[in-house]
């Protein structure tokens, strides 16, 4: 039973480029969470998709926005980079009408800015 | 705005000790309160807790909510090495999809 995946493990970009980042959910899951999780900190919500919508966002600027599959897999993605993008982002899956905080959480995209 | 503390924020013990780790919110609409081990990259879940005053055990490990106090406590006895790793609590609402987390609680355990 194939867990989250994420792809790329690490990425290096300069300021100002773009990035996409992707995730396959655990088999079955159907409900995909974005989380960004700076060093030292704990993770903080992007925004979570459910049948291809973002149904709900966090505190997060325009410049992050995400897309989900009908195979239920997802993408985030994040233009004109900034130094303060450096972060681990995780992606976490879940399946809706069951307690959806359990979530399973993939290992995370490396993401430096410099 | 919401807010999960945690304390301490990092700890260090030796094998065979046990330790306690807590986690206070202010939650608008709370409706549960998590807990995930993170090693290395991805947490895994261990708990997640909804009534006050269940205690919830898995092997080693046992976790309890104070809905009164606003707090949770995470217990683990007979520390090991592997139980070396930044303990994260996070907590849902009742109006919402987000997991709110605290910054974590980073244990190493030592031989």
């Known amino acids: 039973d194939a867990g989250v995946t994420q792809s790329p493990t690490h990425l290096i970009k300069t300021r100002g480029q773009q990035v996409t980042l992707r995730c396959s959910p655990k088999s079955g899951h159907d409900t995909v969470s974005w989380y960004q999780q700076a060093l030292g900190q704990g993770p903080q919500f992007i925004f979570q998709?459910?049948?291809?919508?973002?149904?709900q966002r966090g505190n997060f600027p325009d410049r992050f926005s995400g897309h989900q599959f009908p195979n239920y897999s997802s993408e985030l993605n994040v233009n004109a980079l900034l130094l303060g993008d450096s972060a681990l982002y995780l992606c976490?899956?879940?399946?809706?009408?069951?307690?959806?905080?359990?979530?399973?959480f993939g290992s995370g995209t490396q993401l430096s800015v410099l | 705005e919401d807010k999960v503390v945690q304390s301490p924020l990092s700890l260090v013990v030796h094998e065979g000790d046990t330790v306690t780790l807590n986690c206070s919110y202010e939650v608008t609409n709370f409706r549960s309160l998590l807990w995930y081990k993170q090693e290395k990259k991805a947490p895994t879940f261990l708990f997640m807790l909804?009534?006050?005053?269940i205690e919830k055990k898995s092997g080693r490990l046992s976790s309890i909510l104070d809905k009164k106090e606003l707090s949770s406590i995470l217990n683990i006895t007979a520390t090991q090495t592997g139980d070396s790793a930044i303990y994260l609590c996070a907590v849902g609402r009742r109006s919402g999809y987000a997991l709110n987390f605290g910054k974590g609680t980073s244990l190493l355990v030592t031989p």
């Open positions: 998709y459910y049948e291809e919508e973002e149904r």
């Open positions: 976490a899956s879940s399946l809706q009408g069951t307690p959806n905080e359990k979530l399973f």
């Open positions: 909804t009534s006050s005053g």
